[in-house]
């Protein structure tokens, strides 16, 4: 299956900042998910990110906030914005792989302060 | 209603026992299934898919019941270090992503 890298691990933030998460592909992919995890609950789909288009946002989730790159098969960022203590959450990355099923990141645990 | 509906638990189950964990998706569209493990403070990680003979993989049987539009999940033999919290995942014909349940923890107690 593919592996992905995703960082930072995790990060403490000041409200109001911004954070970029990075995932990295060691294998070429067509779509991207980023999914958020809060704590207790299971993922929600932010995006789906397609290389050479703008990502498509899931109901609740807008660019403005969750702003979203995907420069080539391998790499995406996400970022976001203007953060509130209610975006403390575990973050995650994710690609399709075959009769893998989906592997993700080992996703990045946000604190916002 | 949620997509994917799970028994949350916990499930505190002893050693060698038997545990099934059941899931039910509430769109007939959905054509692919799978159950998903996570440890905690990990990522989730990909048990098995599900197909609609059943299928087993050593200790763990999944089904698939389309008519009633459930998956299922066995256990046989629990182990340590099955203690997890497992996902039922689906997805939906013309979607492209995954829909999760919240996930059912499970515990093996020595």
């Known amino acids: 299956s593919a592996v992905i890298s995703q960082k930072p691990s995790r990060d403490i933030c000041q409200r109001g900042t911004s954070l970029t998460i990075q995932c990295q592909v060691d294998?070429?992919?067509?779509?991207m998910f980023w999914y958020r995890q809060q704590p207790g609950q299971s993922l929600t789909l932010i995006a789906t990110?397609?290389?050479?288009?703008?990502?498509?946002?899931e109901s609740g989730f807008v660019i403005d906030k969750f702003p979203i790159s995907r420069p080539n098969l391998t790499f995406s960022t996400l970022t976001v914005s203007n953060m509130s203590p209610e975006d403390s959450s575990i973050y995650l990355c994710?690609?399709?792989?075959?009769?893998?099923?989906?592997?993700f990141g080992s996703g990045t645990r946000l604190t916002v302060v | 209603r949620k997509e994917v509906e799970q028994d949350p638990g916990p499930f505190n189950v002893p050693e060698g026992a038997t545990v099934a964990f059941n899931c039910t998706y509430s769109?007939?569209?959905?054509?692919?299934f799978f159950w998903y493990r996570q440890d905690c403070r990990k990522e989730p990680k990909l048990l098995m898919s599900?197909?609609?003979s059943g299928n087993e993989d050593g200790r763990f049987t999944a089904q698939l019941n389309r008519a009633s539009q459930y998956i299922s999940l066995l256990i046989r033999d629990s182990k340590l270090s099955d203690s997890a919290t497992y996902l039922c995942?689906?997805?939906?014909?013309?979607?492209?992503?995954?829909?999760f349940g919240t996930g059912t923890r499970l515990t093996v107690i020595p």
């Open positions: 599900v197909y609609s």
């Open positions: 990110a397609n290389q050479g288009s703008e990502a498509t946002y």
């Open positions: 995942v689906v997805i939906r014909t013309g979607a492209n992503n995954l829909f």
């Open positions: 769109n007939s569209a959905s054509q692919s």
């Open positions: 994710s690609v399709e792989w075959g009769a893998y099923g989906y592997t």
């Open positions: 294998s070429q992919v067509t779509m």
